[in-house]
């Protein structure tokens, strides 16, 4: 954590990924998309305290994945309603919890081409706890409107929607997302960080109570074990992470 | 029908509608270089759904006219840069996708069907700019709209595998995906590691993950034939090489270095 915390004794994503994990709460099946290191260390958090459930699904791993049926399996599942919770982000997010993954700037003649939508425009509707996840939280990634959306927040009343965004992790706050309101209402800023911060980096309005809760720091046992076994299944997918965060931080703060 | 690899690329011609598969089901990249040599051009690729090095390469070296896919990325190391480059010089066309979307579109064309509904995509930008999809109320709802897709039916599928038998059976495994595309395929050309000695489809166990011969069109061997990314289960991306492609691959200049380094010049073994 920041320098104004001197007794911090875990780093930020640990913290990231316990948040991540109460977010996910009790529920079946957890799947993970690419590139995503901190979401994947929540649900094998989660995996781990459950005694073996929910299921996880690393979408880029051989071990931690089921899947044989070919890359649609994960999309078919999740029509169905067997995925209870997944991950997206995006280069921008707005207000209203609308991702771009696709470009800056009109789109025939952008500024800046990100890789692309993947699965967002379908699984952002089907999956009933989509968390959201940026560690950059500032006034380029968070916008008043992006330039492009690869999936809508909301959706009109008769469009079929199961599933959608029910909060907003970044480096330095918990949001959450109220789809009836569509808007975020700050739920927990991280420890070392503070409300008027969270105003000044965030380039759409929110909610907030006059008492924002500052975020509840990993307990021990949830640092033991991503530290422990999390890490060890990690590494398979995220070596790199798994060594630079957890293989670190053991050994300064045991 | 086991052909050298040049001979066995001849159906993927100037202007086809190319299929080729994400990183986890194995890239033919070894294919993908020699196509490169040959000046392949105004390709229609497809990448089910995804794409990272392949897509890049092909883009950067002028084959693709127009990419139908739902992200390209180096992961790890990064945006891909020539496939950035050309978007933003708006040298290629895009259609941009979802993963689901291009799924579903194989599906009705390995089924023979005209089109497939699918969920999700209202409210998107993606369907904004995709003039092929419709939205039509559900026949059997009330007042719920649902997109079609039109079946999307490639002119040649091009996979790689862990190995195939004489008769041009094909195994593999658990990548289903790839026997979608071989179905939806017009043509469909394969790279190999290996042969099997004796027929794939005597053996029950094989014969499950087995692609019958019947839907391949051309086989070549191409050992280590995804080089540098990885055939998984088999060999892992050889990711020093990736570092250096995306270091190369940031400028027109590097890149065409790295072309005559490692797609024009053959490499030893």
């Known amino acids: 954590m920041s320098a104004v915390q001197p007794e911090a004794t875990f780093r930020d ?134 330039s492009f959306i690869s999936a809508p ?51 759409f309005e929110f909610d907030r109570p006059d008492d924002v809760p500052t975020t509840i720091p990993p307990s021990q046992e949830a640092l ?23 293989g670190a931080s053991s050994a300064h703060s045991r | 029908m086991i052909k050298p690899l040049e001979d066995a690329l001849a159906p993927i011609t100037d202007g086809c509608l190319l299929a080729v598969p994400r990183e ?56 891909a840069p020539r496939f950035s480059a050309a978007i933003i010089a708006g040298s290629i066309t895009m259609k941009d996708a979802t993963c689901p979307a291009l799924h579903a579109a194989f599906q009705a064309a390995e089924k023979g069907e005209p089109f497939m509904p699918l969920r999700g995509l209202i409210g998107s930008d993606i369907l904004k700019h995709r003039p092929d999809w419709r939205v039509i109320d559900n026949p059997f709802g009330n007042d719920d709209p649902i997109v079609l897709l039109p079946a999307l039916k490639p002119d040649v599928a091009l996979i790689h595998a862990p190995m195939a038998d004489r008769a041009g059976n094909v195994w593999i495994g658990r990548q289903r995906e790839l026997a979608t595309m071989a179905h939806a395929a017009t043509k469909t050309v394969v790279t190999v590691e290996k042969l099997h000695d004796g027929n794939l489809l005597d053996d029950p166990v094989l014969a499950a993950g087995t692609l019958p011969g019947f839907y391949i069109a051309a086989l070549a061997l191409a050992p280590n034939g995804c080089w540098p990314l990885s055939l998984p289960d088999y060999y892992p991306a050889d990711l020093e090489h990736l570092a250096e492609y995306a270091r190369l691959a940031a400028t027109p200049e590097g890149f065409a270095r790295y072309l005559e380094q490692y797609v024009h010049e053959r490499r030893a073994a």
Do not use: W
């Open chain 1, 153 to 203: 927040g909301t959706s009109a009343d008769n469009v079929y929607r199961p599933g959608g965004p029910i909060a907003l992790v970044t480096n330095r706050c918990l949001f959450n997302f109220d789809r009836v309101r569509r808007r975020f209402s700050l739920a927990s800023v991280h420890p070392g960080h503070n409300v008027e911060e969270i105003i000044e980096h965030t380039g």
């Open chain 1, 13 to 146: 994503e640990e913290l990231l990924a316990e948040v991540i994990a109460r977010i996910i709460g009790d529920v079946r099946h957890v799947a993970v998309g690419n590139a995503s290191p901190i979401p994947a260390t929540a649900a094998l958090l989660a995996r781990a305290r459950g005694n073996g459930l929910p299921y996880v699904s690393l979408l880029q791993s051989r071990k931690h994945n089921f899947f044989t049926d070919g890359g649609r399996e994960l999309f078919d599942c999740a029509g169905q309603g067997r995925i209870d919770v997944f991950f997206l982000s995006g280069g921008e997010i707005d207000g209203e919890a609308n991702i771009n993954l696709v470009s800056i700037g009109d789109y025939a003649h952008p500024k800046v081409r990100f890789p692309g939508s993947f699965g967002s425009a379908y699984l952002y509707y089907v999956v009933p706890k989509l968390i959201l996840f940026r560690t950059e939280h500032s006034r380029r990634t968070l916008v008043p409107k992006v």
């Open chain 1, 224 to 246: 033991q074990l991503m530290r422990g076994v999390v890490a060890l299944q990690l590494a398979e997918v995220y070596p790199q992470f798994a060594a630079t965060v957890f």
């Open chain 2, 24 to 79: 986890v089901a194995g890239v033919p990249m070894a294919a993908t270089r020699a196509l490169i040599r040959r000046g392949v051009k105004r390709l229609h690729l497809v990448a089910l759904p995804t794409s990272s090095l392949q897509a890049d390469l092909l883009i950067g070296a002028g084959c693709v006219e127009t990419l139908e896919t739902s992200a390209v990325s180096l992961g790890e190391f990064g945006l």
